[in-house]
């Protein structure tokens, strides 16, 4: 609990919305809520940006191919268009991959690019990608390629299905798949995720049928092993004896998710950027989902018990509780050492579309009180929770995006579980079919803002003057030189692993040097040297 003061949560709502244009705050309003648990109020997201406003967002382009199909090792990810949008895609993510193996190809180091040029958007860019295509195969052989369409693509109409079908064709052993994924298509990269999504279903999920054995088999959802989560996650469900079969996509390869639908469970950590894929392979083989977060140690160690709990076996059971009591004393050491550093510290987190919401935990756990947090681009049910919002097809992206038809397979659909099974182990406590969003789990009071702008950022900095503020890249050194610390949820400021038990560590450690640093009290905030230039804007 923080002692901290601060204006009381209405009035700085209202303070944000003060200097906007009446249209422009009757909008921006709307995403900005006070949140009450026990009665969800509705927020506003997954809506466009307001021009002029300075958003966090990223486009399409970079949740499809930066952000599903980036962290996969064996695939050719070739971007068509100008070398801009390669480059900055090129392994910013930090999404790792492990210098001593597994075997196979990594293509991950690579950048691979049409490097469109004037020419190009004038006569047409199919005859490059053809060429680009051919390039590649001949110097690597990959399994797959897949072409990643960038704006000026979906303008000049070039037809990347087309040549990838084409292609396919003439190599005739390699799978060449395409995605509009253009960067102005939906209003975020969330249109981009299920772009991805739909074209991984359609073209690679269920190509390969072999049962590669393990008894407790499932699919890892949404973990895209930034700063080396993967590796961690893995670690863990290897010790407690459960398979994962493929993961989506950190770490992964292209043979993991031709023989995903082997699995039978789904687990997801982030579900804004792969429900999609989990709903289809419900739908199509019967594989049920399931949310997890193992970000947080208690989290961590209550999705351990949910998988174990799934399979109803007590042999894995008993081995979760047995890894969850090896583990957590290293955990409780490190906790014991900085709760009294960080206890009552105020936190804000304003990242994607699940971090913001999973990292309250680690905050949490630290004593630490989240009094304001929202996505960049989640949509309602990532807020208010599926109690609040059962059916998550009603969201905006569905309307932008084509879902693809999918229907059960005669010859592999299989019920992993029925519905009286699942009946019953709800009544047991495990209602696989719930998952919390960010407000149910956030405090009476707190502020919950979809999409911040850049100025509501530094006047809430300013308000309620935070300890810590946790954003990304370009949010990063605005904030710190007004003597706040900014720790990057996205990349992790180079640090990581943070999920499971070791993350939970490394968390910890970080936190307390970053908020207990004296070096921030040297920065004069600019409010605090001058005072603010006024400016005014002209109402139409
Ligand atoms: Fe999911 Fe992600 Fe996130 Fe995301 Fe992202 Fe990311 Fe993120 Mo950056 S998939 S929504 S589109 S958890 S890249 S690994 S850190 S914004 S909160
Ligand atoms: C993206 C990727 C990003 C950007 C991070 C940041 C990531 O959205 O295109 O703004 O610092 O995690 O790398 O979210």
Redesign the pocket.
Known sequence: ESTKKYPAPSDIKEELLKKYPPKVAKKRGKAIVVNDPEEIPQVQANTRTIPGIITQRGCSY??CK??VLGPTRDIVNLVHGPIGCSFYAWLT?RNQTRPDGPEGENYMTYCFSTDMQEEHVVFGGEKKLKQAIQEAYDLFHPKAIGIFSTCPVGLIGDDVHAVAREMREKLGDCNIFGFSCEGYKGVS?SAG?HIANNQVFKHVVGLDDTDKGGKFKINML?E?N?GGDAFEIERLLAKCGITLVASFSGNSTIGQFENSHTADLNVI??H??INYMAEMMETKYGIPWMKVNFIGAEATAKSLRRIARYFEDDELMQRVEEVIAEEMPAVQNVLEATYPHTKGKLAMLF??????HHYQELFGELGMETISAG????HRDDYEGRKVIPNIKIDADTKNIEELKVTPDPERFRPRKSEEDLARLKEEGLDIRDYEGMMPDMKKGSLVIDDISHYESEKLIELYKPDIFCA?IKEKYVVQKMGVPLKQ??SYDYGGPYAGFSGAINFYKDIDRMVNSRVWKLIQAPWEEENELEATYVTP
């Open positions: 970079a949740g930066g952000v993510r990269q995720h949404g895209y930034i950590m982030c804004r950027s990242v994607g579309g699940s971090r913001a996505y960049e681009f989640g990304g949820l996205h």
